[in-house]
Every structure is written in structure tokens, then in C-alpha cells.
């Protein structure tokens, strides 16, 4: 049963600490997205990959975050330090492009971040 | 800028009603469109995607439409049950801006038993 995996799912941390969110999509898709969720704004893109290649992260305060994927099986997204206000649930996804058709979004459970 | 809107932002209704969800959004040049389901604390479920070409798709009791025209999509859920019972939403893939999706906020849905 093919499916993203996200981890940590829960992390609580302290203001100022770094925090790394790992993704593995599932094999075979060549595009994953960081969505980020909160009450007040609901689903936010941070950044999205395409083959590996950062195709847009203006959704991500680049002070402070970072998003890379070291292989085809692992996404990262790092805050560095942390702030209450990233308090949210972290969503990574993956898909499928081929051939300029884009295929369904598949989601992981999600890394609840709690920064204190 | 394109802007997805779900309306009712909640909805709950007794088992077995056949139910209506809406979608709507401002710019109709778009890729695709996907229905998602979220129950509380998991991560997002797909149910259907409708390519910009299609005018509807079915799944089980689920049928989603799509009228790119008049940027609407609904969401037929028939003989509702309380399992159900979660937060719909719809989100588009815009054509000039590659892969990036956009979200409504949600309708959250109660079948009562």
C-alpha cells in the first residue's frame, strides 16, 4: 500500500530550536509539495519539487526555512530557529507528472509542530 | 489570483439524506480540480480528480462535477453516512503556474446517525 510517510508526526519544541521535518514520497512520483495548515489560513504551499529541482518556494519565509530533497526518496523541510508562530500542521505530498499530465496528490499524515 | 471558495463552511444533516457541497473559483484556466477528504488530526484523502476536459467523475456514492466555464465544482455525496463524516475539500491546479495547487477552506460535514 503505496503512501507518503512524514516524520516526526508530533513535535514540540522551544523558541529558537531547529526543527527538521522529514518526507519519503511515495516511489515513482517525481513531484512533492510542503503544504503547511492552520486554523487561520488553512492549507498554505511552502515549496514544491519537480525531479528533485525546487520549482517554487515563494511560499516559505526564507529566513528562516529551508526545503531540499538530498534523493528522490526524502524531502526535508528545516526551520531554523523556530517560532511560535510555525506552530501548524506540516503536510508533505507527492505526484506524478508525466509527459505534461499531472495525476492525483497524495498526502501524508502530517508533522504537527508545537513551538513553545 | 486565483481564489477557491466552499460554501457551506459547515453542513450536518441526518443519515441517508443525499447531500450537495460547492465549489467555486475565480479563475477558470485551470489543469485540474481534486476533491480531498480530511478527518480530524489525518492528513488529506483523495476522493476524485476531474481533468479540465471532463465534465464529471464518479466514485461509489461520490460524484463530482465541473463546470470550468462558470468556475463551480460540486460534490454529490448520496445516502449519506455517519462515516462521512469529515472536512471536504476542493482544490485546483492552475495551468500558468505549474504544479501549484490551491484550497478552499473546507466544508466540514456532520452525518448525524
Known amino acids: 500500500d503505496a503512501r507518503v510517510t512524514q516524520t516526526p508526526r508530533d513535535k514540540v519544541t522551544e523558541m529558537g530550536q531547529e526543527v527538521t521535518m522529514r518526507c519519503q514520497p511515495i516511489l515513482g512520483h517525481n513531484t512533492v509539495f510542503w503544504y503547511r495548515q492552520t486554523m487561520m489560513q488553512g492549507l498554505e504551499l511552502l515549496a514544491y519539487f519537480r525531479n528533485r529541482a525546487p520549482l517554487d518556494d515563494s511560499g516559505m519565509p526564507k529566513d528562516r526555512f529551508s526545503a531540499e530533497m538530498p534523493d528522490a526518496t526524502l524531502a526535508t523541510l528545516k526551520i531554523q530557529p523556530s517560532e511560535p508562530r510555525d506552530s501548524a500542521v506540516y503536510f508533505c505530498a507527492s505526484g506524478l507528472v508525466l509527459g505534461g499530465r499531472s495525476g492525483e496528490l497524495f498526502f501524508g499524515e502530517g508533522s504537527r509542530l508545537t513551538v513553545l | 489570483k486565483q481564489e477557491v471558495t466552499q460554501i457551506p463552511a459547515a453542513l450536518s444533516v441526518p443519515e441517508g439524506e443525499n447531500l450537495v457541497l460547492n465549489c467555486s473559483f475565480t479563475d477558470s484556466a485551470i489543469y485540474n480540480l481534486q476533491w480531498f477528504r480530511q478527518d480530524p488530526g489525518k492528513g488529506l484523502t483523495s476522493l476524485l480528480l476531474i481533468q479540465s476536459s471532463q465534465r464529471e467523475q464518479t466514485s461509489g456514492r461520490l460524484n463530482a462535477s465541473l463546470d470550468k466555464s462558470s468556475g463551480r465544482s460540486t460534490l454529490y455525496i448520496a445516502a449519506s453516512q455517519p462515516g462521512d463524516s469529515a472536512t471536504y475539500l476542493c482544490?485546483?491546479?492552475?495551468?500558468?503556474?505549474?504544479?501549484?495547487?490551491?484550497f478552499g477552506e473546507g466544508t466540514q460535514l456532520t452525518v448525524n446517525p
Open positions: 482544490a485546483v491546479k492552475e495551468t500558468t503556474s505549474g504544479s501549484r495547487l490551491t
